[in-house]
């Protein structure tokens, strides 16, 4: 069997996303609650993605969806993570910035703990990616989009993608200037 470079360097990246999700559901979580959900996108599936994340870039106004929509094209697969809305109902916590959980869930705001995990679970993986040399980029975007199409159950409302690729050089990087997040 002969293989070449650009085979071993996709299978290395679905490697790596595998080794991501693992990551991300074993990363700490507030009170041991896991509330993490994890999808790996490629194919049809990820341009689908890439594809609404031009549609928000055109409603919005935000030229960054589409700048990022590109590096998702171009990458071999994205690693989406995500935080259920479950609060975790400890009482007198008010981390939130509401006096409990029930007031919180009212206006509509998000659990810390919650937003907490999702951010430690997204550094685990994206730091799973960096060990083994996969270029990586977290994007609110792409999390963005993925909540919006209903990539997640909708008990997830706020999400990150992880785009993966093996090229020589990083595309998450000098990338166009004028889109930057403000």
Not at 10 to 20: H, I
Not at 109 to 121: E, K, P, Q, V
């Amino acid at each position: 069997m002969k293989c070449t470079s650009a085979d071993a360097e996709k299978r290395a990246a679905f490697f790596v996303a595998d080794l991501m999700a693992a990551a991300a559901r074993t990363a700490p979580k507030g009170c041991g609650v896991d509330n993490i959900e994890i999808i790996i996108l490629d194919g049809e599936e990820k341009d689908k993605l890439a594809s609404h994340m031009r549609k928000i870039a055109k409603e919005t106004g935000a030229e960054f969806f589409n700048r990022d929509a590109g590096n998702v094209d171009n990458s071999h697969c994205i690693v989406l993570i995500g935080i259920k809305d479950n609060p975790l109902g400890l009482e007198s916590c008010g981390l939130c910035g509401f006096e409990n959980c029930g007031m919180m869930r009212k206006a509509g705001a998000n659990c810390t703990f919650n937003i907490t995990d999702l951010g430690i679970a997204v550094g685990s993986a994206a730091s799973i990616a960096g060990d083994n040399r996969i270029d990586n980029r977290v994007f609110y975007s792409a999390g963005k989009a993925a909540v919006a199409t209903g990539v997640f159950p909708e008990d997830v409302r706020v999400a990150y993608g992880i785009p993966l690729s093996t090229t020589s050089k990083s595309i998450f990087f000098d990338r166009e200037p004028g889109c930057v997040l403000v």
